[in-house]
C-alpha cells in the first residue's frame, strides 16, 4: 500500500497490532463502518503525515483553474462552478474515496504512531493545536488559554456560569475560592476520612453493581441498609459517651445486632414492606423527628419493635455477606452513585461535553444527597415500599433531598461515577467545569487504595457521621 | 502657648455631635467645620481664648466629608508633640483624641483609637506591655475555626492577599515544571490558604503529578501549634483529594528566623526548591534582615517568590515612621471598610490585629527591649519597606525575574472577580523585572516579585 504523493509521505497503515498479516479479512464485521475509537484507526486506511506546515495551511483546497486555495472541499466547487468547466472536468476526477488517517507530525507525540493515527483531518489539526501548539486564545474571566479558537469560544460560554458547590452546601462562583473553601471545609475532614476507610469495601461492592439497572435488586437494598447503619450509628453515638474504645465496641455489637436481626428476615417480604414498613417507618421518623435522643434510647431498648420492621424493609435482600460491609463500610453514597451513572451510562452514550457537564452537576447533586440525614432516608425508604419504579427511587432520592446537608457524600461518589463517566468524555478542555470534580476521583481512586482502614472504625463510628445528623455541630470532626 | 502653630482643626460634624463637649468650637464657614484648637482640660474654664463656645449643633451635621481627616491631623499633632516631648501638649492631645475615637465608629474614629493606644504607649513608655496584653487576648480569642473563617472571608472579599498567592504560585509552577520532586519553603502566615489552588494546579495541569514537600515556617505567634496542626491536617487530606503526593512539615515555635537551618528545614539534594515569603521577612529586625537573605540563598532555591505590603517603618526617626504607619493603616482600613459589610465581624478583627501592629511598630523601640530578653516575643516587629527598598536587599542574592505574561493575566483574571478599586501595576521596560504591584484607589499596597538564583 505504498504511494507516492508530492506533499505528503505515506507509510503502510497495517501497523495495527492485533492482525499484522490479514488486513483483507480484517474488515468491521457489519456493513456500515463503524466509527472506530478515536486513535485507534481502520487498519485499511490510508496514512497520510503532513508536515506541521501543511497541516496548518489553511487553503489545502486548490482550485486547478485558477489556484486559489479554499478551506474546504466544498468551497472548492462551490468555486470551480464558477468557471463554467466543460462537463467532464466539472465530475471530480473519480477517485475512489479512500478512508485516510492521519499521524501527528510532533514526533514525541502518541498520535505520531500510525497505529494511533487520527482519522480526522481536523481534529488532527486541533490535537496539533491544543498539544503542541501556542495558546493564543484566552478567556477573559479566568485567563485560561486555549489554542484552538472554537474551544476557547465554548469555554467563554460557560465560563463563570459554572457554579461549585461544596458538600457542605456552600455555593461558588469562583473557582479558585471554591478550591480554597474546600481545603478547609469541614466537609472534607470527614469525608475522607469515611472514604478511606470504605474504599476497598465500597470498590468491591461496585464492581459487582456496575451496570446493574435493576434498583430494586441487592443494590438497592445494601444502599439504604448501609445508609441506615450508618446513622443508626450516628444516632447511637452520642448516647455513648463512654471514651473511644468503649465505644466503639459498643457500636459494633449494635450494629451486629441490627445484621442479624436483617439476617434472620432473608426471606423476602415486600408485602410486609409495603404495609407495615410505612407506617412503622412514619413511626420511627416521627420519633426521630421529635427528639433524637430519646429515639436513640428507643432503638436501643426496643429491639423488637419499630426497629425490627424497619430492618425489615431494608433486610429483605440482605445477605450474610454485607454483614461485614454493614459494620464497616461508611460511605453509602457510592453505591448510589453507582447506580446514577449506570442510567445515565445508557441514555445518554453520546454525551455532549456540556451535557456532560450539566448531566455531571446534576449527578452530583442526586449523588450528594445519598448522605441525608437519618429522617429523610427514612422517608425515601417509605418511598421504596410504596413505590417500585427504578426511577422515582432515584428521582425522589435526588429531587427531594437537594436541601438536606450533603455532606461528604460527593467526592465519594465521584470516586467511581466519574471514572466511568471519564472514559465517556473525551475532550478535556470542554469539561473544564468538571475537571476539578474528575480529577479528584481518577486520582483517588489510586490513593485510597493505600489506606487502610486501620482505623476505620472509629472513623466510621466518630467522625463526622454525627454532623450528618447535626449539620450545625460544631464537633463533626475530631 | 496653645495658638502658636495657628492650627485649624477640622472635625467631621457627625463625630462631634455625640460628643458635646464644649471644648471644640465648631464654625460653619463655607461648609467647613473648624476647631480652634483647645487648651487643657484646666485651661476648659478660662477664657483664654474668645473661642471658647459650645457648640454641639447636630442640626449642622452633615455628612460632608472634609479633604483633611481630623484624625491624620490630630495624630500627627500628638506624634510631633510626644516627638519633641511637649508634654503638656501630648496630655492635651491624647485626651481630645481619647474623646473623638472609638473602635466602633468610621475610619477616623477607628484610626484615632488604635493609634491613640500607640501613642499613648509610646508616651509613657509602656509599648511593651501593652503589645503584650493585645497578644495574649487575641492569643486566647484564635481558634482555628475563627482564624479560618477570618481569612477565608477576608480573601472572598479583598484580593490583598490572594494577589501574592497568585502571582507566587503561578511563578512557582512555572519555575519547577517538568521537576518530579518539589520542595516548597513557605514563610507566611496565611495559614496555607495559598496552598490549595497549587496542589490542584499540579494536579491538573501536569502530565504527571510530582511528589510536593511542604515546609511551613510559622513565626506569628498568634497562628498557635494547635491552629497549624489543623491546618496541617486539612492540607493533607485535600493533598490526598486532589491526588498529589505530599508531605507536610510544620516548623512553628521559632522565635527568630535566624534560627533556621538547613538540616531543620529538611532540604534535600535531589529537590527543587521553592522558597516562598508572603508578609514574613517584615517580622524580622532590621538589621538582620540581610543575613537571613544570604541564608535563603544557602539553601539554593530555584525560584524566590517575594511578596510584602508596601509601607516604609524603619525610619529612625519616629515621626516619620510615624506618618507613613498612618498612611499605611489609612488604606488597610479604608479598604477593610469598603470590602467588608459594615457590620462585620471579621472586619473588627482584622483591625483589632492591626492594632496590635501599629503599637509594636511605634511604641516598642530597642531601646526598652534590652531589658526584657526573657519576655522576648520573638520576630514580630512588622517594620515594612518598600517594594524598592526590598528589592535592593533581594537583589544582593538573587537575580530579579519578571512575571510571565501568563501570570500577569491570571493576576489580572483574579482582580476583575472582586470589587471595582483594585488595580494592579506591572512596570515596563527596563522595570519589569522589579515586581508588580497591587493598587487599591490611588495608593500602591502590596508588592509581588520573583527571583531566580
Redesign the interface.
Known sequence: MLKKMDEVEITNGNNFPQNPTTSASNNPPTLKRKRNLPGNPDPEAEVIALSPKTLMATNRFLCETCGKGFQRDQNLQLHRRGHNLPWKLKQRTNKEIKKRVYVCPEKSCVHHDPSRALGDLTGIKKHFCRKHGEKKW??????K?YAVQSDWKAHSKTCGTREYKCDCGTIFS?R??F??????CDA??EE?ARV?AASEINNSLLRGNIGNYNIMGTTTSLIPTNMMSNHFSSIFKPIATPPPDHHHHESINQTRGLSLWMNQNQTSHETMVTTNGNSNLHEIHQQQQQHDTSSRGLIYDNPNSNNYQLNWVFGNKFSSNCNQELITSTTTSLPLGNINVNIKDVTSQQISSPLYSSQHQIQSHQTSSANMSATALLQKAAQIGSASSDTSFLGSLGLKCSNNNNIGGN?GMHGTTSSLLISLANEEDHNTAC??TQ??P???R??QSDENGGGHTRDFLGVGVQTICHPSS?NGWI | MYHKENQNMEISPYNTSKKKTHMKKLNHQNNNFIVQEASTIDMMHTSSSNNHQTSSDSSETCHHDQDGKWSSKLLKECAIAISNRDSSKIHHLLWMLNELSSPYGDIDQKLASYFLQALFSKATQSGQKCYKTLSSIAHKNHSFDSSRKLILKFQEVSPWTTFGHVASNGAILEALEGEKKLHIIDISNTLCTQWPTLLEALATRNDETPHLKLTIVVTNNISSVIVMKEVGQRMEKFARLMGVPFELNVISGLKHLRELTKERLGVQEDEAIALNCVGALRRVEVEERENLIQFFKSLNPRVVTFVEEEGDFISNDFVKCFEECLKFYTIYFDMLEESFAPTSNEKLMLERECSRSIVRVLACDHEFDDNDDDEDGGDDCEKREKGTQWFERLKNEFSPSGFSDDVVDDVKALLKRYQSGWSLIVPQGDDNQKGIYLKWKEEVVVWASTWKP
Not at chain 1, 484566552?138 to 485567563?143: D, G, L, N, T
Open positions: 484566552k478567556c477573559e474571566k479566568c485567563s488559554r469562583r479558585d475560592s478550591i480554597t473553601h474546600r481545603a478547609f472534607l475532614a475522607t478511606s467526592s475537571d476539578f480529577m479528584q481518577s486520582k483517588r489510586h490513593v460544631i
